[in-house]
């Protein structure tokens, strides 16, 4: 299958600063990602869907000023946590498709982002 | 609403014994639904997915089957490294492209 990798694996932030995720399909190209958050022992709850060159759109409830997301080429989004709160410790995964269709969606690895 | 069910919540089996995970939903129209194990710690790793009532697909122990209203997976003889998180979404017509709706998945511990 595709790969996609997802970096950093686990960050620490102090409260108030800002923390930058990559997602980057490796073996294709991806014209859509897509942003999740998993809470423990919780499903993966999407946050906003990214196409290549255009502005994301966010799942309601979803603070796009928060979470800043960029797809500026077709291998790579990223997710930045802006002022991050303790309330943003999560597990944030992306997720790649190759286009329209029942295309199966390929996941990072995740980040575990801890606020302190 | 559009939704998706899963149970059990949580199974332990005992090596060898073969059991079902389930996963009901309800969507206007479905395009495909999909199963994913994930590992703690790891994002999910994709299995099957199944497009129309009827449809079975198989990969080593697991298989996976689908009907109008819920799909199943599966586990024939399990080993204790199948031991993981089973989640399964679906994608529905209508939607936005490619969005999947997760279910909350089914922890399945397998003992030696």
């Known amino acids: 299958g595709a790969v996609v990798s997802q970096h950093p694996s686990r960050v620490i932030c102090k409260s108030g600063t800002s923390v930058k995720i990559e997602c980057r399909s490796l073996d294709f190209q991806a014209t859509t990602m897509f942003w999740y958050r998993q809470f423990p022992k919780q499903s993966l709850m999407l946050m906003a869907t990214s196409n290549e060159g255009s502005k994301a759109t966010y799942e309601q409830g979803v603070e796009k000023d928060k979470f800043l997301i960029n797809h500026a080429s077709l291998t790579l989004s990223t997710l930045t946590v802006t002022s991050a709160h303790p309330e943003d410790s999560s597990f944030y995964i992306c997720?790649?498709?190759?286009?329209?269709?029942?295309?199966?969606?390929?996941f990072g690895q995740g980040t575990r982002l801890t606020v302190v | 609403e559009d939704q998706v069910t899963q149970s059990p919540e949580a199974l332990r089996l005992q090596e060898g014994e073969s059991s079902s995970l389930n996963c009901s939903y309800t969507?206007?129209?479905?395009?495909?639904l999909f199963w994913y194990r994930q590992d703690p710690g790891k994002g999910p790793e994709f299995l099957f997915t199944?497009?129309?009532a009827g449809e079975e697909k198989e990969k080593e122990r697991l298989k996976a089957t689908l009907t109008k209203k819920e799909s199943f997976l599966h586990i024939t003889a399990p080993k204790p490294e199948d031991s993981a998180t089973y989640l399964c979404a679906v994608r529905e017509y209508g939607g936005a492209t490619n969005k999947l709706i997760f279910g909350t998945g089914t922890l399945l511990a397998v003992q030696p």
């Open positions: 997720s790649a498709g190759s286009g329209t269709g029942n295309t199966e969606a390929f």
């Open positions: 969507v206007s129209g479905l395009r495909g």
């Open positions: 199944l497009y129309s």
